[in-house]
Nanobody, 122 residues
């Protein structure tokens, strides 16, 4: 399984950025993907998750500013980020659960991409 993120970079505070993630070698009975971020020395933070029924969940820290979506034609996961703040600076990772996650009833990260760095400049 390989998850590859792209779209990171440097942006001014208040600006926007869209991250993308493509997956290869991964299939699952049901679709569930998400985004996490990590700052060195801090705990990883779950940001957003989307399931095949269209339901989405967001961390309070990004609710209203970030939008998770998926292009089913290309199986590309996106994270649209707006009104970026300096505290959004982090390495952003795309995550996928174990392929049999639906039987367990929990969509929790099992596979991680290498990440793409987002730096918000003030």
């Amino acid at each position: 399984v390989q998850l590859v993120e792209s779209g990171g970079g440097s942006v001014q505070a208040g600006g926007s950025l869209t991250l993308s993630c493509t997956a290869s070698g991964y299939t699952s009975d049901r679709y569930c993907m998400g985004w996490f971020r990590q700052v060195p020395g801090k705990k990883r933070e779950g940001l957003a998750q989307i399931e095949d029924n269209g339901s989405t969940t967001y961390a309070d820290s990004v609710k209203g500013r970030f939008t998770i979506s998926v292009d089913t034609a290309t199986d590309t996961l996106y994270l649209q980020m707006s009104s970026l703040k300096s505290e959004d600076t982090a390495m952003y990772h795309c995550v996928a659960p174990h392929p049999g996650w639906a039987r367990l009833g929990k969509c929790e990260p099992n596979y991680w991409g290498q990440g793409t760095q987002v730096t918000v400049l003030t």
